[in-house]
Nanobody
Framework: QVQVEESGGGVVKPGGSLRLSCIIS????????MGWFRQTPGKEREATAC????????YYTDSVKGRFTISRDAAKNAIFLQMNGLTVEDSAMYYC?????????????????WGQGILVTVST
């Protein structure tokens, strides 16, 4: 059974930074692309940042390009999301998940395996 545990969210002012972490268990970590997905009330969950199984390719939604950086650590079965230059539009519940369909720079669809998520609030 796949389990994910996200951490690192919180409240930050516009322009600030946060680093999200996620530990994944129950699958062969090195076999999967992994991703961060976010959701706000009334909207569908969207792929925010994804990273290929080797860690050498990525996908970012347009609104976070140049501000967010995704990374992975196979030794820890973990992925991370460094978020800089945060705006109020980045406020959301963030989830990490293994990826079902992935193409670098084009596509990132998750396996529908979700943890509790972590709340990020950007506010003055």
């Amino acid at each position: 059974q796949v389990q994910v545990e996200e951490s690192g969210g919180g409240v930050v002012k516009p322009g600030g930074s946060l680093r999200l972490s996620c530990i994944i268990s129950g699958l062969r970590f090195e076999d999967y692309a992994m991703g961060w997905f976010r959701q706000t009330p009334g909207k569908e969950r969207e792929a925010t940042a994804c990273i290929g199984w080797s860690g050498t390719t990525t996908y970012y939604t347009d609104s976070v390009k140049g501000r967010f950086t995704i990374s992975r650590d196979a030794a820890k079965n973990a992925i991370f999301l460094q978020m800089n230059g945060l705006t109020v539009e980045d406020s959301a519940m963030y989830y990490c998940a293994p990826v079902d369909e992935y193409e670098s720079n084009r596509l990132c669809k998750p396996l529908e395996t979700w943890g509790q998520g972590i709340l990020v609030t950007v506010s003055t």
